[in-house]
């Protein structure tokens, strides 16, 4: 098997760092403004230049996709910021792979009081078309992701008897 599967999924906007980033982003143009009236000298502009910051990230941590590429039996996850900056978030081998199933499903009650590290790199969001999957993985990791129906027949390709639908 020598496939390369790519898919996107697009988190729900957080609404509070939404308006964060608006609120900050007002802020860093009346001390900019304050530093050219100069009534308040160098202050201002030290504020300015904290709160673009501020609001800076909280543009970069406002919109989040994920990124599933699954390739031969690997499946790597990667986080993207704001359409700019790419970081590797974890590569997961599926020969570990031990279970996955939809959130919800009764097949997972035997696995859900392990105590698992959880890690959700899901959309957050309801959707018929694309459901939800816990993956547990390696005895102590649960993952939660959001595959289109090509990447989840290829996970079902390299661990048929580990992947259910029900």
Not at 23 to 30: A, N
Not at 41 to 66: K, Q
Request: with cysteine; aromatic share 10%; glycine share 4%.
């Amino acid at each position: 098997m020598n496939e390369h599967i790519e898919f996107l999924v697009k988190v729900k906007q957080r609404t509070l760092l939404v308006v964060l980033k608006i609120v900050l982003w007002i802020l860093t143009v009346l001390g900019v403004l304050l530093t050219f009236t100069g009534i308040l000298s160098i202050f201002p502009l030290i504020f300015a230049v904290i709160t673009g910051l501020c609001a800076n990230l909280c543009g970069l941590r406002a919109d989040i996709e994920y990124e599933y590429t699954l390739t031969d039996k690997e499946m790597d996850i990667d986080v993207i910021y704001a359409k700019q900056s790419r970081k590797h978030l974890i590569t997961l081998d599926l020969e570990k792979l031990e279970i996955m199933a939809p959130v919800g499903s009764a097949r997972l009650q035997g696995y859900k009081n392990r105590g698992a590290k959880f890690k959700d790199f899901s959309s957050m969001m309801t959707d018929p078309v694309n459901p939800v999957y816990d993956m547990y993985y390696d005895g102590n990791k649960c993952f939660r992701i959001e595959p289109d129906e090509r990447l989840f027949k290829a996970i079902k390709d390299v661990a048929p008897f580990k992947v259910y639908t029900d």
